[in-house]
């Protein structure tokens, strides 16, 4: 266990962030190269813009909290430069992807790509405070709200009033974007957002009676006996617990803590494959068929969260069954998702483990969730080592 903390830091600072360094930066254009195959080389040059402000976070977080090297503050205004000229149209929506040159090519249906934008440029202004940072953080993070009850907008294509679900998704990022944003918001502010998004996840997605997690309610909170409605992500519970658990941290709230990580437990016990390991993307609460089609693949930011929501699991309640599963997902992904050879991890394994598709980026993998994931649990151990 021991060893755990410098396993992850290594493979973060030696192999993960030398290969995004080394291959996605776009030199001619600015930005970076979302779609890289398995060696690196560009397959497609389309940037997306949820990808693009991920690694804009991904360097400035590791320039403010890992080491403030220069090379890495580049390589994040690198890209904030990019998608502050290109990425946001006449409303200062943000679009989903744009040509290799900056033009639009998708509409900003999905808030996602606002959310991690006001993340990136709220991280970036930590590293370099330069006040426009703060306005784009800060003036997309007030869209972010005046949005959420209708994310979608206009782009909406559900017929209105029949059936109005809401969505787990938002409540979950905004569990997390809240404390990333703290240091530019008025207390009151982020505690009222807080209250908010905590009731959301752990009372009104939360189902007591099966205790786990829906991905969409009725806008009541009633349960929608449907395939959205009996729709369960297991990976998207389990890293929103992780996110609930930072808030319990925030909020010097205990009981808060316990109750997620008896939640991720209990998911992790629920979506783990019985027959072939690893954790199942998509369920039905009732056990009826998905309309997902991969729902039987494995993929690796469910598994890296899983990692982190153990870790930290372990690390603020104690609790043994989060150290055993921590060692059990660790070896299930050590030795299916990372590739030795070429660097970076993959994304995405078949039901049996077996990689399924060799890319290293694509339209929804970047430079985000593994140095994400082995920056959260190597810090998680380096605390479980100094209280020991």
Same mark, same amino acid.
């Given at each position: 266990?021991?060893?755990?903390?410098?396993?992850?830091?290594?493979?973060?600072?030696?192999?993960?962030?030398?290969?995004?360094?080394?291959?996605?930066?776009?030199?001619?254009? /600015?930005?970076?190269?979302?779609?890289?195959?398995?060696?690196?080389?560009?397959?497609?040059?389309?940037?997306?813009?949820?990808?693009?402000?991920?690694?804009?976070?991904?360097?400035?977080?590791?320039?403010?909290?890992?080491?403030?090297?220069?090379?890495?503050?580049?390589?994040?205004?690198?890209?904030?430069?990019?998608?502050?000229?290109?990425?946001?149209?006449?409303? /200062?929506?943000?679009?989903?992807?744009?040509?290799?040159?900056?033009?639009?090519?998708?509409?900003?249906?999905?808030?996602?790509?606002?959310?991690?934008?006001?993340?990136?440029?709220?991280?970036?202004?930590?590293?370099?405070?330069?006040?426009?940072?703060?306005?784009?953080?800060?003036?997309?993070?007030?869209?972010?709200?005046?949005?959420?009850?209708?994310?979608?907008?206009?782009?909406?294509?559900?017929?209105?009033?029949?059936?109005?679900?809401?969505?787990?998704?938002?409540?979950?990022?905004?569990?997390?974007?809240?404390?990333?944003?703290?240091?530019?918001?008025?207390?009151?502010?982020?505690?009222?957002?807080?209250?908010?998004?905590?009731?959301?996840?752990?009372?009104?997605?939360?189902?007591?009676?099966?205790?786990?997690?829906?991905?969409?309610?009725?806008?009541?909170?009633?349960?929608?006996?449907?395939?959205?409605?009996?729709?369960?992500?297991?990976?998207?519970?389990?890293?929103?617990?992780?996110?609930?658990?930072?808030?319990?941290?925030?909020?010097?709230?205990?009981?808060?803590?316990?109750?997620?990580?008896?939640?991720?437990?209990?998911?992790?016990?629920?979506?783990?494959?019985?027959?072939?390991?690893?954790?199942?993307?998509?369920?039905?609460?009732?056990?009826?068929?998905?309309?997902?089609?991969?729902?039987?693949?494995?993929?690796?930011?469910?598994?890296?969260?899983?990692?982190?929501?153990?870790?930290?699991?372990?690390?603020?309640?104690?609790?043994?069954?989060?150290?055993?599963?921590?060692?059990?997902?660790?070896?299930?992904?050590?030795?299916?998702?990372?590739?030795?050879?070429?660097?970076?991890?993959?994304?995405?394994?078949?039901?049996? /483990?077996?990689?399924?598709?060799?890319?290293? /980026?694509?339209?929804?993998?970047?430079?985000?969730?593994?140095?994400?994931?082995?920056?959260?649990?190597?810090?998680?151990?380096?605390?479980?080592?100094?209280?020991?």
């Amino acid at each position: 266990m021991n060893n755990y903390r410098e396993i992850y830091e290594q493979e973060l600072v030696n192999n993960v962030i030398p290969f995004w360094m080394k291959h996605s930066k776009d030199e001619v254009n /600015g930005g970076y190269f979302n779609c890289l195959d398995r060696t690196g080389d560009v397959y497609d040059t389309d940037k997306f813009m949820w990808l693009q402000a991920r690694e804009v976070w991904t360097f400035a977080t590791l320039y403010n909290e890992q080491e403030a090297r220069p090379e890495w503050l580049e390589m994040a205004k690198h890209g904030a430069d990019f998608i502050e000229k290109h990425g946001r149209d006449a409303e /200062g929506n943000w679009y989903f992807s744009l040509d290799k040159e900056g033009n639009p090519l998708v509409q900003p249906y999905n808030i996602f790509s606002d959310c991690f934008a006001s993340m990136a440029f709220a991280a970036l202004y930590k590293a370099d405070p330069q006040e426009r940072y703060a306005k784009i953080a800060k003036d997309t993070f007030n869209n972010i709200l005046k949005r959420q009850d209708n994310p979608k907008g206009k782009y909406n294509k559900a017929y209105p009033g029949t059936r109005s679900l809401k969505n787990f998704a938002l409540p979950m990022i905004l569990s997390n974007l809240s404390l990333e944003m703290e240091h530019l918001l008025d207390k009151n502010t982020v505690d009222d957002l807080l209250k908010a998004v905590i009731h959301e996840v752990m009372e009104v997605f939360y189902q007591k009676d099966s205790g786990l997690i829906l991905e969409n309610v009725n806008v009541d909170g009633s349960f929608s006996d449907s395939f959205d409605g009996r729709l369960i992500n297991p990976g998207h519970t389990i890293e929103a617990m992780w996110f609930m658990m930072d808030l319990g941290v925030r909020l010097n709230d205990q009981k808060l803590i316990e109750k997620c990580t008896e939640i991720a437990l209990r998911t992790l016990d629920y979506g783990w494959d019985k027959e072939f390991g690893g954790i199942l993307y998509f369920m039905d609460i009732k056990g009826q068929p998905q309309q997902q089609l991969e729902w039987d693949q494995k993929l690796w930011w469910v598994h890296l969260e899983a990692l982190v929501c153990m870790a930290k699991g372990y690390e603020l309640t104690g609790n043994d069954k989060c150290m055993e599963w921590f060692e059990k997902l660790h070896d299930y992904t050590w030795n299916r998702f990372r590739d030795p050879e070429h660097g970076e991890w993959f994304a995405y394994l078949n039901r049996r /483990g077996e990689v399924l598709l060799p890319l290293k /980026g694509g339209k929804w993998k970047c430079c985000f969730h593994v140095p994400r994931a082995l920056f959260q649990v190597y810090k998680a151990f380096e605390k479980i080592k100094s209280k020991k």
